[in-house]
């Protein structure tokens, strides 16, 4: 027995041996079991980290490679009277949802006088009985400047004439613009700021006229710059204008009453185009001033921009063939319009202002050099930057411009609603070699806020706009061809 014990202690101690051997590769498979946990714990950590942060950085390179729309929270910029700049974090700010369905804008034309009281007299020196009646001979009307006897249009020039003893003395460039019923308190933003004579030309087919009157005597009695300002009408021949019932005596000076009417206007009851090229081209005709700048009642202009012009020139008389290019940007709607180019830098920097039609239509206002633009800071005065030419590869563009009343006039076959609408008169600019010398320390500004492309396709819209643009597009091709037949050829105005 005791001979045995031996063996039986050798067998005992391999036996513990051999499960200390398996206890210690269990424990060291669970070691290497753990570690990898870790290791893949921190991979899937890294690829969360990363991956959003690529993602983010591809959006943001896509938006400004490809002008896409993608925003982040911005800051509200405040521009004080002094020519201060204040920062109001959008976090702050009640947000549209907040505050239940969308209303008016808020920046609006005429704003700055809520609460104020329309005045008995008036700035304004009416014609044909109104703003109270409105009575004129037949002989008073004229056809469109570029269509002639044949036009389907007709202008009655000069319902509302501004103070001509007054305007001599004022800086010679008129700002002519257009509009339809529903738009016309602009004006008074325009007037406003504007140092110069103005020029409105006023869509206004039957009933439409009383609401043009209406909202024209509101501001007549409010704002004492209307004395500059000058109104011609335009209508269908079939549909000569009429006052109808509104009321000219309720509220205040902002208008709020008779702005964003235009569901009610004859023109979208009865589905009509805006023939704008007419209407551009009567605002300019009828300029008293041999200088003109050719723009929509939406678009700002910056500070003392018509004075700054004529101090560019030394009072000069202008040159045919050389025109003046007002670089156009856009602005949030919840942002004051920018007085200077200091305060639209700002604006630009903050991602809340952008070149004009950025997000839906690049190429129409991208002007040659607006990076140069952009880096230069301002200058305190205008200054000519560069001259250019429309050719291509800016033949897409369509500038706005300080020109004469001699210029091409715009093709007036072509309506708002086909877009393009421009196009024709830069393509005759450029047979014609005009030199656009592009300004800086001047920009319009359009408002109420930043035009970009609807998130869902509105099939209705489409339908209705689409055989609009294809009568435009045929229109161009046509006037195109005439053109190229009367001019010298120049292959670098392409089209």
Excluded at 139 to 145: A, D, E, I, V
Excluded at 265 to 289: F, G, L, S, W
Aim: glycine share 6%; hydrophobic share 40%; proline share 8%.
């Amino acid at each position: 027995m005791f001979l045995g014990e031996p063996a039986a202690c050798a067998c005992n101690m391999e036996h513990r041996s051999t499960v200390l051997d398996r206890r210690r590769d269990r424990g060291t498979t669970e070691n290497l079991n753990l570690f990898s946990d870790k290791k893949a714990m921190r991979s899937l950590a890294r690829k969360l980290l990363v991956w959003p942060t690529l993602v983010l950085s591809l959006l943001v390179a896509v938006r400004l490679l490809f002008g896409h729309d993608f925003r982040l929270p911005t800051t509200t910029l405040i521009f004080r009277d002094d020519g201060g700049i204040s920062a109001l974090d959008s976090s702050h700010t009640t947000s549209q949802q907040d505050i239940g369905p969308p209303g008016p804008p808020a920046y609006a034309a005429g704003m700055y006088m809520a609460g104020r009281q329309p005045r008995n007299e008036s700035a304004c020196r009416w014609y044909h009985g109104l703003p109270d009646v409105l009575s004129y001979p037949p002989s008073k009307l004229t056809w469109s400047p570029e269509i002639g006897e044949k036009s389907p249009y007709r202008v009655l020039p000069f319902v509302l004439l501004g103070a001509v003893e007054a305007t001599d003395s004022l800086p010679q460039v008129t700002l002519s613009t257009h509009a339809t019923a529903d738009q016309v308190y602009g004006i008074v933003e325009l007037a406003r700021r504007w140092e110069g004579p103005l020029s409105l030309a006023v869509f206004a087919p039957g009933l439409d006229a009383g609401l043009a009157v209406a909202q024209l005597d509101r501001a007549c009695r409010c704002e004492p710059t209307m004395y500059k300002v000058s109104v011609h009408l335009v209508f269908p021949a079939g549909r000569p204008p009429a006052l109808g019932a509104i009321s000219r005596v309720q509220g205040d000076c902002a208008a709020s009453d008779l702005q964003w009417r235009q569901s009610e206007t004859e023109r979208r009851k009865r589905k009509m185009t805006y023939p704008i090229n007419v209407a551009r081209n009567v605002a300019r005709t009828v300029a008293n001033t041999s200088r003109v700048l050719v723009s929509d009642i939406e678009l700002l202009p910056s500070a003392r921009m018509a004075s700054g012009i004529m101090e560019m020139v030394h009072q000069k008389p202008p040159k045919l063939g050389v025109v003046f290019v007002v670089p156009v940007f856009e602005i949030e709607s919840n942002e004051p319009p920018p007085a200077t180019k200091r305060q639209l830098l700002v604006a630009c920097r903050a991602g809340l202002a952008v070149y004009f039609h950025r997000f839906v239509c690049p190429h129409c206002q991208r002007f040659p050099g607006l990076t140069r633009w952009m880096i230069r800071p301002d200058p305190g005065r205008i200054r000519p930057l560069f001259v250019t030419k429309r050719e291509y590869p800016h033949h897409r563009w369509e500038p706005v411009f300080i020109g004469t009343r001699d210029d091409p006039l715009y093709t007036e076959e072509m309506s708002w609603e086909g877009k393009q609408d421009k196009m024709a008169q830069m393509f005759e600019m450029c047979l014609l070699n005009y030199r656009l010398i592009v300004l800086d320390g001047a920009f319009l500004v359009h408002t109420p806020g930043i035009k970009r492309k609807a998130r869902k396709i509105n099939i209705a819209t489409q339908e209705f706009f689409r055989p609009h643009e294809k009568r435009n597009a045929n229109i161009y091709q046509r006037v195109i061809k005439r053109l190229i037949k009367r001019y010298p050829v120049n292959r670098k105005c392409a089209h």
